[in-house]
């Protein structure tokens, strides 16, 4: 049977940058729908490693960063839950001269947005840090970087965007749009049609689809993360502190229970047509050596799950942000290639920003589809 809906805004996506952006709509008295092709989360918003880092960053990302941690910290008034954040501390491990410059660099342009990491030589990341193996030789800490549980934290802003009155439909796949005189038509299956004034694009690795109905080709590549968990271990990691080498871009973190989360060395194997994705044992197993030189403790753990999703990457690596250039109306927020959770909640509120008053104070000149022209 057909249906029609009619909202304020329409959101095609439910990740953290779509479910974000409905409930910041609802905050401000918008009426919105939002479509779900699966479910609210379940790709790149769930499967990634949960990092909450503003730690090397583009320099232009960080007003976006900024933003968005001042909301981690208030996660529990945002959505009713913490989302399993905890302010950990993120460091970058440098396992060579070149590696240390990099950070030293990277901390310079990061003061200038507020952000003070703290560079440790060679003594002191041993000092602190004595779990490390003889291959690092520094690194960079950012102590009010940190994570959370990517499982939870989007369908906790779906259900807080419900509760504060947007409509959501999971498994409900948009198959075509227009522009329609003063808004828009969307149809999904099953034959649901809605029409809105505004229509926002946070579709992930599918957001070139929805753009190239408008006549916006842009070159978004899916791409997978081939995460691991370990079996539980005794606790070592000081305060929970989230790990990234800066040459061989391998991560971890130690939860609570015990399990180490890392990845990195590599990706899985996506299929962006069944929206399925297989993870790499060879991946794994590469990703493994290496944590294991710069965390020994690892070297006997055992890997009890391993998983992947379907994360869409743009040639640059830099997200696309703001209006269309061919549609009024149509904004779009995709491409966030591999580190778009954090960013979730401040671009969910400069999204529905632009959404309702055509304007942000929050720099995204960068991000603009017009490099892609």
């Known amino acids: 049977m057909s249906e029609t809906l009619t909202a304020d805004v329409a ?97 310079k342009g990061a003061r200038e947005f507020g952000l003070n990491s703290e560079l440790l030589g060679r ?54 749009g227009v522009r329609d005189g003063a808004g828009f038509v969307v149809e999904a299956e099953g034959g649901l049609k809605l029409r809105s004034r505004v229509l926002v694009n946070t579709a992930g690795a599918w957001a070139r689809d929805v753009a190239a109905w408008f006549g916006e080709i842009v070159d978004e590549e899916p791409r997978s993360p081939n995460m691991n968990v370990t079996e539980p271990l005794p606790f070592f990691l000081n305060a929970n502190a989230a790990l990234m080498g800066e040459g061989d871009g391998v991560y971890m973190r130690q939860v609570e229970r015990g399990n180490v989360v890392f990845g990195g060395a590599g990706r899985g194997t996506p299929d962006r047509i069944r ?12 990703a493994g050596r290496a944590i294991a030189m710069s965390v020994p403790a690892l070297r006997h753990a055992r890997v009890i799950r391993t998983w992947g999703g379907i994360e869409g990457y743009m040639p640059d690596e830099v997200p696309i942000i703001g ?16 580190h778009g959770f954090q960013l979730g909640p401040g671009c969910g509120a400069i999204v529905a920003e632009l959404a309702l008053d055509g304007r942000t104070d929050t720099p995204i000149g960068h991000f603009s589809i017009d490099r892609f022209a």
Not at 275 to 286: D, H, K
Not at 327 to 338: A, D, E, K, N, W
């Open 11 to 107: 959101i095609i996506g439910g990740g953290i940058h779509g479910c974000s952006t409905a409930l910041h709509l609802r905050r401000r008295g918008a009426s919105v729908v939002l479509l779900e092709s699966g479910l609210c989360g379940a790709q790149a918003s769930g499967v990634n490693f949960g990092g909450v880092r503003q730690q090397g960053r583009h320099l232009d990302e960080l007003p976006l960063a900024r933003r968005s941690r001042a909301l981690w910290g208030r996660m529990k008034e945002l959505i009713d839950h913490d989302g399993e954040f905890v302010q950990s501390g993120h460091l970058r491990l440098a396992c060579s001269d070149a590696e240390m410059a990099v950070l030293e660099d990277w901390a």
């Open 275 to 286: 929206r399925r994705t297989r993870a790499v044992m060879e991946v794994s197993a590469r």
């Open 323 to 338: 209006p269309s250039r061919t549609t009024p109306g149509l904004i779009h927020s995709f491409g966030y290639s591999g």
């Open 123 to 176: 003594n002191a990341i041993r000092d602190r840090y004595p779990w490390l193996g003889e291959r690092v030789i520094g690194g960079s800490l950012l102590a009010e970087d940190g994570h959370a549980n990517p499982r939870v934290v989007s369908p906790l802003f779906a259900r807080a965007a419900r509760k504060a009155g947007a409509d959501i439909r999971e498994n409900t796949k948009a198959v075509g």
